[in-house]
């Protein structure tokens, strides 16, 4: 592999580097060679949209993904019909930003709650409102499953197997999965999943599984390599079952908050080309 | 229901009155009109193992179940050797304390590994060496399965269903599985599961899931009705099933911790009569 390849594949989500603004974020990425990013609605908002969308565009880079959508379990009427306008101003927004998919984080537990099936139906419910919106706009939709421990406060959608069942109630384009190593690695099933979902993947996110867990686990998800997540394994399932997709390593990390971006780029550069690049 | 009734499915997992001693926890339940226990290695060995089986038989409690057994994950062959040793010997006190069936857990990773593949056939294979043992002691083996946030340190074995297929390889009176709501609530499976589970059961443990996630996370379960567990109905499935052993409550939390043992103990009867008591 030459110095400067294997890359060809590497997507930077921006959540990464979330020291960044769009502007740093897009100039960091040409200059290091990779070729695309996943974007976020708050700093793409801040950047401002029609901008942020003509910055990507001028410097080339191709967009894989924005996040995020969803939260849709509200119990309340008002406040699922905003969370409903939201996500459509997502789809309009991925729109703008050549992004292909609007990644969806389902959402938890409604308030004190414990009806966890009756939160997964609204889940169904509302991508049927949703995805002929994002058909119209050529936006997919990719329903995440997040890991377990997060089921009660942010994703009662959690494995695979489960995101797949609703997806496939939905025509392909429309409604796909998002494949995130972190959130997945650990089902016993999670292979058989990948094969099963096939032209669903509808992205494919990395990073590592550390121990023990940071304190509410939202902030210490590893650096490619760090953990025990076998990484080049679930690439190769998702690339077997057809995924031709950029590979986005989205590591939301406390510390290497902390790093100067560019340092932490060229340690994401190194360590996907260790852990994920084709040979 | 009567002031006294609706506990008579009620075991205290010793590990919820981690301030007791074996003494205390014995005059405690008495005292408290609680008829079954769960027992765990350590404190037991404190006390002395044929006092402490002498205590609890005195008293005319029912022991419910070890804890535990398990961590048959190493791959070095001398660490094995003593895991499996080990495990001999809890089955051996479980038989002493007239402990039904032995909880285990299975293990994590190996040091810095990433062959979860490779960690859980080790399971199997303990399993297979230990099950004769067991039976030969009139001790059934109950296959517990963590939460996937203990995947890579505690435990490979995350769902029920995984569980259950491991236990099937074995004559029923052998292996069986440990339902604990805190571990398997989030599974959109869970209730098939059950089902499926049958004679499989060889312990249901109740504890509830709170939001956020305490640091580590091993510490932070919560009192029954504390947090978002549908415990009547896990209860009601497990029944449904089969089931007609003992409700055992297992909560590890340090600030329960800190209460007087009495004090906690009545709240325990009083949230298990809420949540889990029959009508």
């Known amino acids: 592999m030459s110095r400067g390849g294997g890359i060809e594949r590497l997507s930077l989500n921006q959540a ?6 769009v502007e740093e974020l897009v100039a960091g990425c040409v ?62 927004e991925a729109a703008v930003l050549g992004a292909p998919v609007l990644v969806l984080v389902s959402g938890g537990l409604p308030d004190g709650g414990r009806d966890v099936d009756g939160a997964r139906e609204r889940v169904v419910e509302a991508l049927a409102e949703l995805a002929p919106h994002a058909a119209e706009h050529g ?10 421990m ?33 959130q997945v690695w650990w089902d016993p099933e999670v292979y058989a999943h990948i094969a099963r979902a096939g032209e669903r993947i509808a992205g494919f996110q990395v990073a590592d599984w550390v121990t023990p867990l940071p304190r509410g686990a939202l902030v210490g998800r590893g650096m490619l390599g760090a953990g025990c997540i076998e990484l080049r ?5 998702v690339d077997a079952a057809g995924f031709r997709g950029m590979v986005e390593v989205e590591i939301f990390n406390d510390r290497l908050w902390t790093m100067p971006g560019r340092a932490l780029l060229d340690l994401v ?11």
Chains 1, 2 share one sequence.
Not at 49 to 74: E, P, Q, W, Y
Request: net charge neutral.
């Open 139 to 148: 936006i997919g939709l990719a329903l995440e499953p997040l890991h377990p």
């Open 31 to 92: 200059d290091a060679g990779v070729p695309a990013v996943g974007l976020w609605r708050e700093p793409v908002a801040q950047c401002g949209l029609d901008r942020a969308s003509k910055l990507v565009r001028d410097a080339g880079l191709i967009v894989t993904s924005l996040c995020r959508g969803g939260f849709f379990t509200a119990s309340d009427s008002a406040e699922r019909r905003r969370a409903l306008d939201d996500n459509r101003r997502a789809i309009e």
């Open 16 to 21: 990464t580097v979330r020291q960044w603004t």
């Open 269 to 279: 550069v190194a360590r996907y080309r260790e852990h994920l690049a084709e040979g």
């Open 233 to 237: 394994r679930l690439r190769d399932a």
């Open 150 to 182: 997060f089921c009660s406060d942010r994703c009662v959608i959690v494995t695979l197997g489960q995101a797949l069942e609703i997806a496939e109630r939905f025509p392909a384009g429309q409604v796909g999965v998002m494949v995130d190593t972190y």
